[in-house]
């Protein structure tokens, strides 16, 4: 797939700091007079908003784990064909939080469906277009579940070893790629966490 734009995705386990670090850096992008569009996965279009609300209510119990998979993969195929590829065509970056790594992570190491299956599903949600930087932002499991200090929604509610399972699956994920997937460890500081982020992706962004 060609286009012009750069695709840039956030990734971690629950409570890593996603939404603060790519809050901070598409402002700081902004104010460099980039060209961003930004989106959440699930969601980020009519459609991935309702499946999300699907896949992250408590009440929903009975979702079936290949069901999950292909919710989270349904929402997808929806934001990459009506968001992120249009984008990307006409030069833009992409800053995604969260992407296919995440159904990996998550539903193949933490939930046990084979991950070669959720790569040949991904393959036909995303069209074939990859991240060309991964930022995988990696913390505690325990006090990244509990930092969020609201009521857990179905995926957060899973157990302690699940989430255990999510984060060394990311990890082995960014040990098969490492010229992608950059993990980035929390600093007490979030300037100096942001800091190695703008690095990164300054990087990518002026090839
Ligand atoms: P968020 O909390 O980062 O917005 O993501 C929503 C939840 O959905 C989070 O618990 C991670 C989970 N998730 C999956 O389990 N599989 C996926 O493919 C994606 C994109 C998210």
Redesign the pocket.
């Known amino acids: 797939m060609k286009y012009r734009g750069k695709f840039i995705t956030f990734e971690g386990p629950?409570g890593s700091g996603?939404?603060t670090h790519t809050k901070l850096l598409c402002e700081y992008l902004k104010n460099s007079g980039k060209n961003i569009v930004y989106v959440?996965?699930?969601?980020s279009t009519k459609v991935g908003e309702q499946i999300?609300q699907l896949?992250?209510d408590v009440k929903n119990k009975e979702i079936s784990d290949i069901t999950?998979v292909c919710l989270?993969?349904a929402?997808?195929a929806q934001l990459v064909s009506e968001v992120m590829l249009p984008a990307l065509k006409k030069g833009k970056i992409v800053i995604s939080?969260?992407?296919?790594d995440?159904?990996i992570?998550?539903?193949g190491y933490?939930g046990g469906i084979d991950i070669d299956l959720i790569k040949k599903i991904g393959l036909v949600s995303t069209l074939g277009i990859k991240p060309d930087l991964t930022i995988l932002l990696v913390t505690d499991t325990e006090k990244g579940l509990n930092c969020s200090g609201r009521i857990k929604?179905r995926?957060?509610s899973k157990s302690l070893a699940y989430h255990k399972r999510?984060r060394r699956g990311y990890l082995k994920l960014a040990r098969e790629d490492p010229r992608r997937i950059k993990i980035v460890n929390q600093d007490v500081l979030i300037s100096r966490t942001q800091d190695i982020i703008r690095e990164l992706i300054d990087k990518i962004i002026k090839k």
């Open positions: 629950e996603k939404s959440r996965e699930p969601g999300r896949l992250l999950e989270y993969m929402a997808r939080d969260r992407f296919l995440a159904t992570a998550y539903q933490g929604d995926i957060e999510v």
